[in-house]
């Protein structure tokens, strides 16, 4: 018996996600009286792991996972968990985390069930709540194979930090490098923030009128160190890339605050943006989908309530430090 | 060269989601089940394959014959051969168990998933195809190019892209960025012709174990009235999300 709560690390640093994923891993070690262990590959974790009340941290440290790669990651961490008898492995819902837990579920004949909004509902039969048809349902989902694969959404759970004192082991495990994929190279925003890592994000829709007025999108973005995201038929129309559609056949967001200008609100851009805490709309239309399912809603033009928003924030932020 | 697109029958993006028998049951009234847009975006991949390159497409499906509507539909759009393996798709253990099973008594360069299906959502299946099949596998990806057996990829990683190449056999889960959402076909009438003559192959399922089981559902509960701000007073959304919502 035992948990493993599996940490992602980027060039020897931690994710953003790990202090909820420890805190996650921490109270469900609690909810079934079990031990729990947190994993980071290539990277030293112990610093931020006794921060959130876990006391046993495990590290790996292999040339052959310095760079990430679906089958090996899930080679070791499938070793690590049979090495220290873990029955319940906790992932996050990254897209690493997804690729990678697929293949572990299949070598462990594990049950394994992501999107996950909250600690088990039951112990036996082991049952969790998790969220379908792209966050317009939750499903109560029994787990009943003996290894279970639980991946967390994020923001779901949050952060509870409690010092503890924390042992740290190295493992070493057999797995090798061998691949038939080769890894050619990232194009990352540098000095962006991503939609998925994002507190904030701030999304344009069709009421922005053209590509080249996203300049105060992204302007308010900065003031607030928001990503900047937008609806699909603005992808579609080649205003904005790809990358920065969200909603059920784009990204999902999950943030703390989602600012919405100019977006009227599609069901499948509500169902994929509705994990976000905090949601503003500024719109025209108070009559659009959106302004009734937002927390707060400013019915007026976008360009100019907009530039007035990006100064009062700059202000707040000079006051606020 | 040849392919396998495995699709699944979902609701349209535009259906409102209910349940009935208590919360136990998808309220299947009045919904209309199109192919999974990711798995969508794969196929039409597949097709321009076949355009260029002569690649045979086999489409196949886990589902009860309610779900071959969207089979015939793939065949309109370019696919050659149908399967439908006959079984309700009960957990994605369940639907990776009969795809392998089929898949691995047929040599296939290229099996294309859909990134997540958008009814669970698990994005599984691929993964598990990956490790019963010894094949490497490249999740979510967003640009596919194959010469000469070498398959170069993109795919999508949390605030950026990573390419990748790799030998046939590959599977790949697919999402939009391998074709755009204006290049989605619509059938043409030779195509639905076609389609409407085409046998399509019913595979009786093995008997496989469901790890996992939906025993019932939830619809998110009632959120709070809007509280409309006057555009006049954004100070007052700036105190509110500090203060009261504590986000900024």
């Not at chain 1, 931690?14 to 469900?28: F, H, Q, T, V, W």
């Not at chain 2, 009860?64 to 793939?74: G, N, P, Q, V």
Request: hydrophobic share 40%; net charge negative; charged share 25%.
């Amino acid at each position: 018996m035992g948990i493993l709560i599996v940490l992602e690390s980027e060039k020897g640093q931690l994710k953003s996600n790990s202090g909820e994923l420890l805190s996650y891993g921490k109270a469900l070690g609690n909810f079934m009286a079990t031990d729990v262990f947190a994993l980071s590959i290539n990277c030293s974790a112990q610093s931020s792991v006794e921060k959130y009340g876990v006391s046993k941290a495990i590290e790996v440290h292999s040339e052959h996972l310095q760079s990430f790669n679906a089958k090996n990651y899930a080679d070791c961490v499938a070793e690590v968990s049979r090495k220290l008898n873990c029955d319940i492995i906790v992932v996050s819902s990254s897209t690493n985390a997804k690729y990678m837990s697929g293949i572990l579920a299949q070598k462990l004949q594990a049950s394994y069930t992501n999107n996950i909004v909250d600690l088990p509902i039951e112990k036996s039969p082991f049952t969790v709540k998790r969220s379908v048809y792209s966050n317009k349902a939750f499903a109560h989902t029994e787990l009943n194979a003996a290894v279970k694969i639980l991946g967390l959404t994020k923001n779901s759970f949050g952060q509870t930090l409690e010092q503890t004192e924390t042992k740290t082991e190295s493992l070493e495990v057999t797995t090798s490098s061998s691949s038939a994929l080769e890894i050619k190279g990232q194009d990352t925003l540098e000095g962006q923030v991503s939609i998925a890592d994002a507190d904030v994000v701030v999304s344009g829709g069709r009421g922005l009128k053209g590509p080249e007025n996203w300049n105060m999108i992204e302007d308010l973005a900065e003031v607030l160190g928001a990503a900047t995201a937008c609806s699909k038929p603005v992808s579609d129309m080649g205003w904005r890339p790809h990358s920065e559609h969200v909603g059920q056949t784009g990204k999902p967001v999950a943030s703390n605050l989602y600012i919405a200008i100019g977006i009227s609100g599609a069901i499948q851009h509500l169902a994929g943006v509705s994990s976000s805490k905090v949601k503003v709309v500024i719109n025209t239309d108070a009559e659009a989908p959106f302004v009734k399912a937002a927390d707060y809603a400013v019915i007026g033009d976008a360009f100019e309530v907009v530039p007035q928003l990006i100064e009062k924030l700059k202000a707040f932020k000079i006051q606020n430090g | 060269m040849k392919i396998a697109v495995c699709i699944s029958a979902v609701p349209d993006t535009t259906s409102k989601i209910n349940f009935v028998e208590n919360n136990t049951v998808f309220d299947r009234e009045g919904v209309q089940f199109v192919i999974n847009p990711n798995d969508e975006f794969g196929l039409t991949r597949a097709v321009w394959f076949k355009e260029k390159n002569q690649a045979e497409i086999t489409v196949i499906n886990v589902g009860l014959s309610d779900t071959e509507a969207i089979l015939r539909k793939a065949i309109a759009i370019g696919a050659d051969h149908a399967v439908r393996i006959n079984a309700n798709p009960t957990d994605s253990a369940y639907v990776a168990g009969q795809l392998g099973s089929y898949l691995k008594q047929h040599n296939f360069d290229l099996i294309i998933t859909g990134k997540e299906s958008i009814d669970f959502n698990g994005g599984m299946v691929h993964g598990m195809l990956a490790e019963m099949l010894n094949i490497e596998v490249v999740h979510a990806c967003t640009s596919l190019e194959i010469e000469n057996n070498k398959a170069e990829i993109a795919r999508e990683i949390d605030g950026g892209t990573e390419h990748l190449s790799c030998d046939l056999p590959l599977i790949i889960s697919g999402q939009k960025g391998l074709v755009e959402e204006s290049d989605l076909k619509i059938p043409n009438m030779r195509g639905i012709m076609t389609a409407r003559k085409k046998v399509i192959e019913v595979i009786e399922a093995e008997d496989i174990d469901c790890k996992t089981a939906d025993t019932a559902f939830e619809k998110p509960s009632k959120k709070a009235e809007v509280e409309l701000i006057d555009a006049e007073n954004l100070d007052e959304l700036i105190q509110k999300l500090h203060k009261e919502a504590k986000v900024i």
